[in-house]
């Protein structure tokens, strides 16, 4: 059964950058789609970045393009989002999600992941 737990969640000021990581227990990485999403308050959880698991291809959100960038480690077993440039908007409890059909046509759908950390809190304020 695999496990997801997410880390770096920070309180950081606007222009700055967090790296969070989602490590994995239980199976490799390797053999899923891992996406981030966010949720803020009162509002829908969306797709934030996506990597897959047969190219490694990735897929950001318009919001987050050219500011955050998606990467795997398999020798660690983590994916690691780097977020530069954050803004107020981009405060969000952040999760970590594993599909392991790859279906990266679907990446933004939380309804195609089987696999959800518990989430890591990110505030971006001065």
């Known amino acids: 059964q695999l496990q997801l737990v997410e880390s770096g969640g920070s309180l950081v000021q606007p222009g700055g950058s967090l790296r969070l990581s989602c490590a994995a227990s239980?199976?490799?990485?390797?053999?899923?789609?891992i996406s981030w999403f966010r949720q803020a308050p009162g509002k829908e959880r969306e797709g934030v970045a996506c990597?897959?698991?047969?190219?490694?291809?990735?897929y950001y959100a318009d919001s987050v393009k050219g500011r955050f960038t998606i990467s795997r480690d398999n020798a660690k077993n983590t994916v690691a989002l780097q977020m530069n440039s954050l803004k107020p908007e981009d405060t969000a409890v952040y999760y970590c999600?594993?599909?392991?059909?790859?279906?990266?046509?679907?990446?933004?759908?939380?309804?195609?992941?089987?696999?959800w950390g518990q989430g890591t809190q990110i505030t971006v304020s001065s």
């Open positions: 990597i897959s698991s047969t190219d490694t291809s990735t």
């Open positions: 239980g199976s490799s990485l390797h053999y899923y789609m």
């Open positions: 999600a594993a599909d392991p059909a790859d279906n990266v046509r679907a990446w933004r759908d939380v309804q195609e992941y089987d696999y």
